[in-house]
């Protein structure tokens, strides 16, 4: 079942004193972008989903770097088409530097240069229930019995970050998947900044006499950091490598519910 998008609030006034029936605020997915192509073709199809779920609602996507439109650009297109509000809703897994300092700056800046622009931020996707739900449809996807789970170890291989919350709720993830699934074993790994790297995993899990080893990719897009997660499942020899999450049904749903979660939540709005 997708999730409900809360219609707006008729007769409410906006940031700019605008009376009378709101339009639904467009929905902004930020992402962080990449050099290479595959990240921004999964971020499109990702919202290219989430537009045929719900074509009432208007859907962009911004980039933090590399990739073309920027954030900026994307609200001063929407501020140009009389767009008044909008939720910006990361592109990211956990609650690191980018959603905590990097995406809320650079909206402030964008929103003191549009008058009556109001942009609210919505959480970032994880933790969350429908992510593991598409972990589970990758690893399916990738040819994992599920009648099997008893006698398979996973390896969480995320990207990796230098903040300390962030890797406590990778952990925290892998332990409750273990508890709630049935797996062997459940272990976090990482691309960049924190270890164990994938590779490692794999083979601690190997000493342990796991008889089947899965790596399941918790990035979003291909790109750098994913590759590596790659590499490191295939030196180290593991059975089953699952795909990226990439446009998963259960991703355009929950980047769904996360914009009603906002709507609904009385949270500060980015305002000039």
């Known amino acids: ?58 859907v962009e996507v911004g980039y933090l770097d590399f ?10 297109r929407l501020h140009a088409d009389g767009v008044r509000d909008v939720v910006a809703l990361p592109l990211l897994l956990t609650r690191a530097f980018h959603a905590k300092t990097d995406i809320p700056a650079v909206l402030r800046e964008t929103c003191a240069r549009l008058p009556r622009l109001t942009v609210q931020q919505a959480d970032v996707l994880g933790p969350a229930p429908l992510l593991v739900g598409a972990l589970e449809r990758r690893l399916t996807e990738a040819g994992l019995d599920p009648a099997d789970r008893a006698s398979t170890g996973v390896v969480l291989a995320s990207a990796g970050s230098s903040d300390p919350e962030a890797i406590a709720v990778i952990a925290e993830i892998a332990r409750e998947w273990r508890r709630t699934t049935g797996w062997c ?3 976090p790994a990482f691309a960049s900044a924190s270890l164990p790297r994938t590779a ?72 000039a």
């Not at 906006?14 to 902004?28: D, K, N, T, V």
């Not at 059975?239 to 709507?263: F, M, Q």
Request: net charge positive; charged share 20%; hydrophobic share 45%.
């Open 1 to 58: 079942m997708r999730p409900h998008l809360l219609a707006p609030t008729p007769g409410t006034a906006s940031a700019a004193g605008r009376c009378g029936p709101r339009a639904r605020p467009a929905l902004l997915v930020i992402a962080h972008g990449s050099r290479d192509p595959r990240h921004a073709a999964t971020v499109g199809a990702l919202c290219a989903r989430v537009r045929a779920l719900h074509p009432e609602l208007r």
């Open 67 to 76: 990739n073309a439109p920027s954030v900026p650009q994307v609200l001063e």
């Open 185 to 187: 074993a459940v272990r």
């Open 200 to 271: 490692d995993a794999v083979r601690e899990l190997r000493a342990e006499g796991v008889e089947r080893i899965a790596v399941a990719p918790y990035v979003i897009a291909p790109g750098r950091l994913p590759d590596r997660i790659v590499a490191g499942a295939r030196e180290a020899g593991a059975d089953v490598l699952a795909d990226v999450l990439g446009s998963a049904p259960e991703l355009a749903h929950l980047l769904a519910l996360r914009y009603a979660e906002a709507l609904r939540r009385p949270a500060p709005a980015l305002t």
